[in-house]
């Protein structure tokens, strides 16, 4: 595959809560040292139904066929996003949520016995245009964040990551997720054993009933930061398949 073939697909990556764009770094340098066409845009992180509804339209104006990357929150992001769009070939979820219709982050969550986030979350305000209206968004407190997230990344590394973090709205979580884009087209999964953000139990248990060909890792929650290369050979494998 080289950069510019009509025949190759766009690897296009959302990524998760607390998180930015900046967080696919390593793994862009990765895909594009293979000849990968990547795009990484900015995930709002307001909701479900709207951060969906932004990166279906992201994909929407992309010519050619798309391989959709999610990770964390941005798994689900893409479940919904490519329900029903033509150009999505597969998808590929980063010890991310793959949530099945009608289901809640904040219920699969609940049902984690890996996780630590919920014990790390800190709530904070943020305004929504009318008047003097706030809602409520969500930090990792900065002295959780190298533990629950970034536990195989230099402390340093996972301080910067901590203190640039991108708030979610709270409400993200309560949100009813849609019809899944995994019952209808191809999915991988990338399960990093020492998540303890999204939970390495959840998101293994989400992966299987999504019937996603599954690559375990021994890893953080962003393990795509500390194991790029790993996770770039499942996108490849991907690519390969749908291509």
Same mark, same amino acid.
Request: hydrophobic share 50%; no cysteine.
């Given at each position: 595959?080289?950069?510019?073939?009509?025949?190759?697909?766009?690897?296009?990556?959302?990524?998760?809560?607390?998180?930015?764009?900046?967080?696919?770094?390593?793994?862009?340098?990765?895909?594009?040292?293979?000849?990968?066409?990547?795009?990484?845009?900015?995930?709002?992180?307001?909701?479900?139904?709207?951060?969906?509804?932004y990166?279906?339209?992201?994909?929407?104006?992309?010519?050619?066929?798309?391989?959709?990357?999610?990770?964390?929150y941005?798994?689900?992001?893409?479940?919904?996003?490519?329900?029903?769009?033509?150009?999505?070939?597969?998808?590929?979820?980063?010890?991310?949520?793959?949530?099945?219709?009608?289901?809640?982050?904040?219920?699969?969550?609940?049902t984690?016995?890996?996780?630590?986030?919920?014990?790390?979350?800190?709530?904070?305000?943020?305004?929504?245009?009318? #008047? *003097?209206?706030? &809602?409520?968004?969500?930090? !990792?407190?900065? %002295?959780?964040?190298?533990? =629950?997230? +970034? #536990? *195989?990344?230099? &402390?340093?590394?996972?301080? !910067?990551l901590? %203190?640039?973090?991108?708030? =979610?709205? +709270?409400?993200?979580?309560?949100?009813?997720?849609?019809?899944?884009?995994?019952?209808?087209?191809?999915?991988?999964?990338?399960?990093?054993?020492g998540?303890?953000?999204a939970?390495?139990?959840?998101?293994?248990?989400?992966?299987?009933?999504?019937?996603?060909?599954?690559?375990?890792?021994?890893?953080?929650?962003?393990?795509?930061?500390?194991?790029?290369?790993?996770?770039?050979?499942?996108?490849?494998?991907?690519?390969?398949?749908?291509?």
């Open positions: 595959m080289t950069e510019g073939d009509d025949a190759g697909a766009t690897v296009v990556l959302v990524h998760g809560a607390f998180a930015d764009a900046g967080s696919w770094a390593a793994l862009t340098e990765v895909l594009q040292a293979e000849g990968v066409t990547v795009l990484a845009p900015s995930n709002p992180l307001r909701g479900i139904e709207s951060d969906s509804a990166i279906r339209s992201v994909i929407g104006q992309i010519d050619g066929p798309v391989l959709a990357v999610g990770h964390s941005g798994g689900a992001v893409i479940t919904n996003a490519a329900t029903g769009l033509g150009n999505v070939k597969g998808l590929v979820y980063v010890a991310a949520f793959a949530p099945d219709e009608g289901q809640t982050l904040g219920e699969i969550e609940g984690s016995r890996d996780s630590a986030l919920a014990s790390a979350l800190v709530q904070r305000n943020y305004p929504v245009g009318t #008047g *003097d209206e706030t &809602a409520v968004e969500l930090y !990792v407190a900065a %002295a959780d964040f190298p533990q =629950v997230f +970034a #536990g *195989d990344l230099p &402390a340093a590394q996972a301080a !910067v901590g %203190a640039s973090q991108r708030p =979610v709205a +709270a409400s993200a979580f309560d949100e009813r997720n849609g019809v899944p884009a995994w019952k209808s087209l191809p999915s991988w999964a990338v399960v990093a054993t998540d303890k953000a939970g390495a139990d959840v998101v293994l248990r989400m992966a299987q009933h999504a019937g996603a060909d599954i690559t375990e890792v021994e890893g953080s929650h962003l393990v795509m930061l500390s194991q790029p290369r790993r996770v770039a050979d499942v996108i490849l494998a991907a690519l390969r398949a749908v291509g």
